[in-house]
């Protein structure tokens, strides 16, 4: 990659598009595309030397092929041109086009007048290409040209095989095009500088879009098998029973042949060889068991990291994350998504090796039994490689496609059963199959067209594979019969047979082959996501930050302005500052959506404010530790969250506390008194979502786990606000208690708590409407006192005091109102 410094302000990409507009940025780099003049070149190179090589393996038997070896002459045999074409191959794509290539690349990005021994270069590297390929041609022409002058004039000449007369002239035909090729590396050359792929990073060293947005990181089935690193040991333990299982395999049929020949001489030796195929078979199958075991405890080790990882890597992102990311959908990517991996980078892989192996080490006992024979199978390979190449591609895009709408009817059915009580209340068990079943639907259309390429590759495949052993079936049982008749072939019925089942160990492990490659572009299409959660950085970070002997509970927000990511539209905080004072109590008030629960949202650092500063004793929340920070910052919520275990681990989640300080803390929520009668007390489990218990008593478990922390700032919705009478008493008594010298701020609710706050707060549409103490916002004719009217004249009672409503008979009470609530809903009070 050449890698620049600096602003672009216009480049021309790729697709062939001038002066494109770019944003400025500090760093940039160029690539070079795939489809490009070298690699062109070079696979042109590729497959001459493939054709080559299998043409001459092909020619004849045994004794005509080594003989045209060993007594070469120009015009009866080609192996000079298979071993130019691997030369050439060698030469060219190794040396002569890369060094081109990146010669003629660093002369596009440094000023051409001062480097002429790099131009000098460049133009040797063009006339070796030129030469060298014209000198393949001058010698492909020349033999072409005795061989047909021995074929016209000469009487005792004897005429080549087939095959080799037909590598002449591909050879030829090759050379001919090799030299278009070279000539026009001048042009080419000249190319790179408009086909060069421009990319743009941030400041974090991020590849970013046009949009300005991070580019997403390629999976490859390289960054697949790189999280199995930590199982390296294992995996080389099993790679041992591997080779061993594998060389069983390997050598069996070569004694099948043996056992054929040896029961035409004598049943010794027949009893001896069979005797020493068993004890092969013993050994590859012990070894081939310890390889399935400890490769499929590597997967399943395996797994299991990978989930942990997995899972830390989403619960670490911001909260806006999970705004726009559904929990079903993350929990499949958790669960289904990992369990691809497991096979493609473990057991997959140990099944590719063995295949490979098998393939490599039957193709060679082929040659030694029979050369001609193994080229004439080899014949069928480039065909069933590009078709698998292709084949995978699309499978990787299916499998990805398959994957995400499985997360969608994974979501779709969390969401309705963790909703259970809802869809029975509304009977819409119908509705919640129907949607489910839409969803399953559209993946079982994708998976429709997943089994048809499956399949469809599979069958052309083996048509290919066996048509090509049918051949070779033929070719051998003529070479036998020939060998019986008069005709020296030195095939034996013996060496066929294990030559056809070494044709069949080939034939089934290159298809296993093909086969599992379409599993490992299954599994890169099903790790996309995953990949994308594990190098997703959090836009807010939970790490690394300042951390304080102490703080206190001093609160400052300074012209914060902020927009939810999820509603990049709307405004929802316009330029916020107020100051809280430590030990003072501040009541936000307003109407439903004012940007309330914002405020305590940015104050616990869920997310960041697009600009101003949100500070915790007079510290920068940016600059300081998040984890620590946070441990002195507790909440209560109008619906507190409890989590599917005891009462205890409920009320000491946010820290390690020990059972005489669970007591204590439930004791000042006015809790101890219900959790003693329970039967297990505070081991009871509380079920999802605290569904065990009652409003009261969860409120009065949610204020318990905040007093616990010791909080220097306590952050309150107010908790009474959906309360029968008897539980609304108990919980304000816990609220009152867990205020008592502490920095409060409370989304309030109730007209006694905003008279006993220090500071009251009126939010309206993202701005501070108004500011001051309960009485000197009453005596204004503003927000705050119209919010007061409307609440009391809703419940029918007169305004007779700024703090209390007469009920007709003396009597003074707290006056219950609703002046706003949290920004996403709203509640109704009498």
């Known amino acids: 990659m050449a890698k620049l410094n600096g602003t672009v302000n216009s480049v021309s990409m790729e697709n062939g598009d001038a002066d494109v507009p770019m944003l400025e940025l500090g760093t940039h780099s160029y690539t070079l595309p795939k489809f490009r003049y070298v690699n062109i070149f070079g696979f042109f190179l590729l497959v001459d030397a493939i054709v080559s090589v299998i043409l001459w393996l092909t020619g004849g038997d045994s004794h005509y092929f080594i003989h045209n070896i060993t007594h070469f002459t120009m015009t009866s045999s080609v192996f000079d041109l298979a071993l130019l074409s691997a030369v050439k191959l060698v030469i060219l794509i190794g040396i002569v086009l890369p060094?081109?290539?990146?010669?003629?690349?660093?002369?596009?990005?440094?000023?051409?007048?001062?480097?002429?021994?790099?131009?000098?270069?460049?133009?040797?590297?063009?006339?070796?290409?030129?030469?060298?390929?014209?000198?393949?041609?001058?010698?492909?022409?020349?033999?072409?040209?005795?061989?047909?002058?021995?074929?016209?004039?000469?009487?005792?000449?004897?005429?080549?095989?087939?095959?080799?007369?037909?590598?002449?002239?591909?050879?030829?035909?090759?050379?001919?095009?090799?030299?278009?090729?070279?000539?026009?590396?001048?042009?080419?050359?000249?190319?790179?500088?408009?086909?060069?792929?421009?990319?743009?990073?941030?400041?974090?060293?991020?590849?970013?879009?046009?949009?300005?947005?991070?580019?997403?990181?390629?999976?490859?089935?390289?960054?697949?098998?790189?999280?199995?690193?930590?199982?390296?040991?294992?995996?080389?333990?099993?790679?041992?029973?591997?080779?061993?299982?594998?060389?069983?395999?390997?050598?069996?049929?070569?004694?099948?042949?043996?056992?054929?020949?040896?029961?035409?001489?004598?049943?010794?030796?027949?009893?001896?060889?069979?005797?020493?195929?068993?004890?092969?078979?013993?050994?590859?199958?012990?070894?081939?068991?310890?390889?399935?075991?400890?490769?499929?405890?590597?997967?399943?080790?395996?797994v299991a990291r990978l989930r942990k990882r997995l899972f830390n890597s989403i619960i670490q992102q911001e909260v806006a994350f999970f705004d726009v990311n559904r929990t079903g959908e993350l929990c499949n990517r958790l669960s289904s998504d990992t369990q691809v991996l497991q096979n493609a980078v473990t057991v997959n892989m140990s099944m590719l090796v063995r295949n490979v192996l098998q393939l490599i080490g039957s193709l060679g006992f082929m040659f030694y039994l029979n050369p001609a024979l193994t080229g004439v199978l080899l014949?069928?390979?480039?065909?069933?490689?590009?078709?698998?190449?292709?084949?995978?591609?699309?499978?990787?895009?299916?499998?990805?496609?398959?994957?995400?709408?499985?997360?969608?009817?994974?979501?779709?059915?969390?969401?309705?059963?963790?909703?259970?009580?809802?869809?029975?209340?509304?009977?819409?068990?119908?509705?919640?199959?129907?949607?489910?079943?839409?969803?399953?639907?559209?993946?079982?259309?994708?998976?429709?067209?997943?089994?048809?390429?499956?399949?469809?590759?599979?069958?052309?495949?083996?048509?290919?594979?066996?048509?090509?052993?049918?051949?070779?079936?033929?070719?051998?049982?003529?070479?036998?019969?020939?060998?019986?008749?008069?005709?020296?072939?030195?095939?034996?019925?013996?060496?066929?047979?294990?030559?056809?089942?070494y044709t069949l160990q080939v034939a089934l492990a290159f298809t296993f082959t093909t086969a599992l490659y379409g599993d490992f572009m299954q599994a890169v299409g099903a790790s996309i996501r995953i990949f994308d959660l594990l190098d997703r950085q959090p836009k807010v970070s939970n790490e690394n930050g300042v951390v304080l002997g102490s703080i206190d509970g001093r609160v400052e927000f300074d012209n914060v302005k902020f927009t939810y990511p999820s509603r990049p539209e709307t405004e929802v905080l316009k330029g916020i500052s107020f100051t809280l004072e430590p030990g003072k109590v501040l009541a936000l008030v307003g109407p439903s959506g004012g940007g309330k629960s914002t405020i305590v949202n940015l104050i616990e650092r869920f997310y960041d404010p697009d600009s101003g500063t949100v500070s915790l004793g007079s510290n920068n929340l940016r600059e300081l530790e998040p984890r620590w920070f946070r441990q002195k910052i507790a909440m209560v919520s109008q619906e507190p969250t409890l989590f599917a275990c005891s009462i205890k681990e409920n009320i000491a989640y946010g820290k390690t506390a020990t059972d005489a300080e669970i007591q204590e803390a439930a004791k000042q929520a006015n809790a101890h008194?219900?959790?003693?009668?329970?039967?297990?007390?505070?081991?009871?489990?509380?079920?999802?979502?605290?569904?065990?218990?009652?409003?009261?008593?969860?409120?009065?478990?949610?204020i318990a786990r905040?007093?616990?922390?010791?909080?220097?700032?306590?952050?309150?919705?107010?908790?009474?606000?959906?309360?029968?009478?008897?539980?609304?008493?108990?919980?304000?008594?816990?609220?009152?208690?867990?205020?008592?010298?502490?920095?409060v701020i409370v989304i309030a609710h109730r007209l006694s708590t905003v008279r006993n706050a220090t500071q009251v707060i009126v939010i309206d549409?993202?701005?501070?409407?108004?500011?001051?103490?309960?009485?000197?916002?009453?005596?204004?004719?503003?927000?705050?006192?119209?919010?007061?009217?409307?609440?009391?004249?809703?419940?029918?009672?007169?305004?007779?005091?700024?703090?209390?409503?007469?009920?007709?008979?003396?009597?003074?009470?707290?006056?219950?109102?609703?002046i706003g609530d949290s920004d996403s809903h709203s509640t109704s009070l009498h």
């Open 673 to 702: 008194g219900f959790i003693s009668e329970f039967e297990k007390g505070y081991e009871t489990l509380v079920g999802e979502r605290g569904i065990r218990l009652s409003g009261g008593q969860k409120q009065r478990i949610a």
């Open 379 to 501: 014949s069928v390979v480039p065909i069933v490689s590009l078709g698998a190449v292709q084949y995978g591609k699309l499978v990787k895009k299916l499998r990805k496609k398959f994957q995400d709408k499985l997360a969608d009817a994974g979501t779709m059915a969390e969401e309705s059963l963790s909703s259970i009580r809802t869809v029975r209340t509304f009977s819409a068990e119908g509705k919640a199959g129907h949607m489910y079943g839409v969803e399953i639907d559209e993946s079982y259309n994708v998976g429709k067209k997943l089994a048809l390429v499956t399949g469809g590759f599979t069958g052309v495949i083996g048509t290919v594979a066996y048509g090509a052993i049918t051949v070779v079936l033929w070719y051998g049982g003529k070479l036998v019969y020939d060998n019986q008749h008069g005709t020296p072939t030195g095939l034996t019925p013996g060496i066929l047979t294990s030559f056809l089942l």
């Open 99 to 302: 060094s081109l290539e990146n010669s003629s690349y660093q002369l596009i990005e440094i000023d051409n007048t001062t480097h002429r021994q790099l131009k000098a270069k460049k133009i040797r590297l063009h006339v070796c290409l030129i030469i060298l390929t014209i000198g393949l041609l001058s010698y492909t022409t020349t033999k072409g040209a005795l061989v047909l002058h021995a074929y016209k004039d000469t009487d005792n000449y004897t005429v080549m095989h087939a095959t080799y007369n037909t590598l002449v002239i591909f050879a030829f035909v090759c050379s001919l095009l090799e030299v278009l090729f070279a000539l026009s590396s001048f042009t080419m050359m000249r190319r790179l500088k408009t086909v060069r792929i421009l990319h743009r990073f941030n400041d974090d060293g991020e590849e970013i879009g046009k949009d300005g947005e991070p580019l997403k990181r390629s999976v490859t089935f390289s960054r697949l098998a790189a999280l199995a690193k930590p199982e390296l040991g294992l995996l080389g333990f099993a790679s041992i029973g591997l080779l061993f299982s594998s060389a069983s395999q390997m050598v069996a049929p070569l004694f099948f042949g043996k056992v054929v020949d040896a029961a035409q001489h004598s049943i010794s030796e027949l009893t001896r060889t069979v005797l020493i195929m068993l004890g092969i078979y013993l050994v590859g199958n012990l070894f081939g068991m310890i390889r399935a075991w400890l490769f499929t405890l590597a997967g399943m080790r395996l």
């Open 706 to 743: 905040a007093l616990i922390m010791d909080p220097v700032l306590l952050l309150l919705d107010e908790a009474t606000s959906a309360l029968d009478a008897e539980s609304e008493h108990l919980v304000q008594e816990a609220v009152e208690r867990a205020m008592k010298g502490r920095t």
């Open 765 to 818: 549409k993202g701005v501070v409407a108004e500011s001051g103490t309960h009485d000197e916002l009453i005596s204004k004719d503003g927000v705050y006192k119209r919010l007061v009217l409307r609440q009391l004249m809703a419940g029918n009672a007169s305004l007779n005091g700024p703090a209390t409503e007469d009920d007709g008979n003396d009597n003074k009470k707290d006056t219950i109102f609703t």
